[in-house]
């Protein structure tokens, strides 16, 4: 899997839009675009993924540079509750043998302040 | 709740006591995995179940014992741990199938404290 660079940490103010960037520049062209984060103390939560092409769902929006060597996650109108850690990952989607672990990192802070 | 759960919540535990992890999830899934996550550090694959069948293996001490009886259940058997293996245990679901994704499912964990 190819290796990925976050920040150790943002903060960002309750409301606003939060934007957190992933250089990736070693991804191959069969490798997708992955984000989960971490609520202090719980399991990583899926937020979304994407290949090449803008994605978005109803927690966040994943924007991929053109050349695919980085990616922006955002999330729209953060709140207190978007306080988290959050891992960009970059893998295959289906390794051929039915089960492959993710490769956490250690990931952004982001920190919301009211 | 995730579909992914995870008991008991919280575990004290001596270093020569044995217990067990227990991890049970409904989603359909058919791989299993079990992760540590230590104070600060990222987490750390430890074992990978598909199908049942223990697939990955990350150099994790033979005082953990990882049990996939069927593919709703995953245990981990912990004996004679030390204080360095208190953690969070977090295990994860996914359906390893090709062009069908629906992400890894996590469960919220067992904090684990050796004392």
């Known amino acids: 899997d190819a290796k990925t660079t976050q920040p150790p940490s943002m903060d960002c103010a309750e409301g606003r839009a939060a934007n957190l960037p992933c250089n990736h520049s070693?991804?191959?062209?069969?490798?997708?675009v992955y984000w989960y984060r971490q609520i202090h103390s719980q399991g990583p939560q899926y937020i979304i993924h994407?290949?090449?092409n803008n994605e978005t769902n109803e927690m966040a929006s994943l924007i991929i540079t053109e050349d695919r060597k980085s990616s922006t996650l955002i999330l729209p109108h953060a709140t207190l509750r978007d306080t988290a850690v959050y891992y960009c990952i970059v893998r295959v989607t289906y390794s051929g043998g039915g089960a492959d672990g993710l490769t956490f990192g250690k990931g952004t802070h982001l920190i919301i302040q009211p | 709740e995730t579909g992914v759960t995870q008991t008991p919540r919280h575990l004290v535990m001596g270093m020569t006591n044995k217990k067990s992890l227990k991890c049970e999830q409904h989603l359909g899934h058919n791989a299993m995995y079990w992760y540590k996550q230590s104070a600060k550090k990222p987490l750390e694959l430890m074992f990978v179940y598909s199908l049942e069948e223990r697939v990955e293996n990350n150099s994790v001490p033979s005082r953990f014992s990882p049990e996939c009886p069927n593919s709703s259940h995953l245990f981990l058997h912990l004996h004679t741990l030390q204080p360095e293996d208190s953690a969070l245990y977090l295990c994860?679901?996914?359906?390893?199938?090709?062009?069908?994704?629906?992400?890894?499912?996590f469960g919220s964990g067992t904090r684990l404290t050796v004392v």
């Open positions: 070693t991804i191959s062209g069969n490798e997708y």
């Open positions: 994860a679901s996914s359906q390893g199938r090709e062009g069908y994704y629906h992400g890894y499912t």
């Open positions: 994407g290949l090449k």
